[in-house]
């Protein structure tokens, strides 16, 4: 083991930069120039704007108020019972008042209805629906949408907490700029502390997922408004007719806006608290529905962004790009990496994937210690999650690649997504049928 220890440092302190750049390419080139360097060169950018950006929020707060317009929030949700009365009366403790709260409850076979009726009965609740047959997410949100009466629509998930300003805060950027369709609310994990799979979910939601969101939002090819915390302008939604059936609905509704020539921003000071899958099995059937949405919606349905048509946009066209590049190629070319060291490094692999684990765990703290200045909000002390930073490598390198493989391959092939049990199997047959 010494002996090893001996060889591998000395391995490590005499390779030349060129063999390096060889063995060590895919690091380099792609995930630390990508999700490093630039990200943040870009993020320095964004803050050294910070003063300017300040003082245009303020004055659009101060448009915002004294309009005071409706908002409508809508939460729609199958079997959510046990959390409605909870975010019905954290709602209320907003600082902005202002607002309609409807429920729409997608065919629940718990006691969802009586509580909500209950709810509505005291105040709590201004709108109950519901559908008898479940219909899907999209169907929910459409309905509730149609009983909508104000200005700016918000879509809530149920499970989720809210700062007590977040309301405020994601209405805000539609003063900034009367272009934007849409903005996105911080999501961070609420229940970080329960097993090492919501602490590895929470250090990749701050680290990668809101920073990354904050860097492309900055330079305008922002992607995804998330279902558990969004904002749409009306007369936005009203021109793309809702919601689409998912499971992918959200980064769908995104791209429609985006063709319309909608802006769409997104906003760190407008917190959310998740609850992520507490279990490696939970987790794996989220990221497998997400995954398959890329193959669905970006490669499929919306593939005419890259076409040079009358409503082409560079930005557009950078934002499906960027995602399909550095989410589905770079997946393939990390196994075709594997491929090449295997056959071409056999001898060194001992060295090999070592090295690459170092590396990789250098630079996940590297990116904790120097990105904490950009993060909005922090869910715990820095000292509490340095010690899982370890474990990251595993999770980012191995398992959530491994877990897109499996997405990739079964979409691409299969058409997998349209089986999934998120959906009622009648919806994602007519979605099938209409080829969406």
């Known amino acids: 083991m010494i002996e090893y220890i001996d060889n591998f440092f000395d391995y490590a302190t005499n390779v030349n930069t060129s063999k390096l750049l060889r063995v060590f390419w895919f690091f380099f080139f792609f995930e630390f120039t990508r999700f490093f360097l630039l990200e943040l060169f870009v993020l320095i950018l964004w803050k050294l704007n910070e003063p300017k950006r ?10 915002f108020l004294i309009e005071s317009p409706l908002i409508s929030i809508i939460v729609p949700g199958k079997n959510e ?20 709260l409807i429920i729409i409850d997608d065919g629940s076979d718990d006691d969802t209805e009586h509580i909500c009726r209950s709810l509505q009965k005291n105040g709590l609740i201004d709108l109950f629906l519901r559908n008898d047959v479940r219909g899907g997410k999209a169907s929910a949100a459409n309905l509730g949408f149609r009983y909508t009466k104000g200005k700016i629509i918000i879509h809530l998930d149920a499970d989720c907490s809210y700062d007590i300003d977040a309301i405020e805060k994601i209405i805000i950027p539609f003063y900034l700029d009367e272009h934007i369709g849409a903005v996105g609310g911080n999501v961070m994990v ?6 090492l799979c919501t602490t590895f979910q929470a250090i990749e939601y701050s680290d990668t997922i809101s920073i990354g969101r904050i860097a492309s939002s900055y330079i305008g090819i922002y992607r995804i408004v998330s279902g558990a915390f969004g904002a749409f302008s009306r007369d936005a939604l009203e021109r793309v007719a809702g919601w689409d059936i998912g499971p992918g609905l959200d980064g769908d509704i995104t791209v429609k806006l985006r063709k319309l020539g909608y802006k ?5 000071d407008a917190v959310c608290q998740t609850n992520a899958p507490d279990t490696f099995k939970k987790l794996i059937k989220q990221r497998l529905r997400w995954d398959k949405s890329i193959i669905r919606f970006r490669l499929r349905k919306h593939k005419d962004f890259f076409y040079p048509n009358a409503t082409f946009k560079f930005s557009n066209f950078i934002s499906s790009a960027e995602n399909i590049f550095y989410n589905l190629i770079l997946n393939l070319k990390w196994w075709i990496y594997i491929f090449d060291m295997t056959i071409n490094f056999t001898a060194l692999l001992g060295f090999i994937v070592p090295f690459n684990i170092l590396l990789y765990t250098t630079n996940n703290y590297l990116k904790f210690i ?18 899982y930073l370890f474990g990251m490598v595993f999770y980012f390198g191995f398992f ?13 092939f299969f058409k997998k997504s349209y089986d999934d049990s998120w959906n009622p199997s009648k919806t994602s047959k007519q979605a099938k049928k209409l080829r969406i």
């Open 400 to 412: 959530l690649r491994f877990v897109r493989t499996i997405a990739y391959t079964q979409e691409f």
């Open 81 to 100: 019972g046990k959390n409605i009365y909870k975010l019905a009366r954290s709602l209320k403790e907003q600082t902005y008042k202002n607002f309609e």
């Open 190 to 195: 609420k229940n970080y502390k329960k097993s």
């Open 370 to 387: 120097l990105f904490a200045p950009f993060r909005a909000r922090k869910n715990s002390s820095v000292s509490y999650f340095l010690p």
């Open 54 to 63: 300040k003082r245009k929020n303020d004055e659009a707060r101060v448009r």
């Open 264 to 268: 769409i921003v997104f906003e760190p």
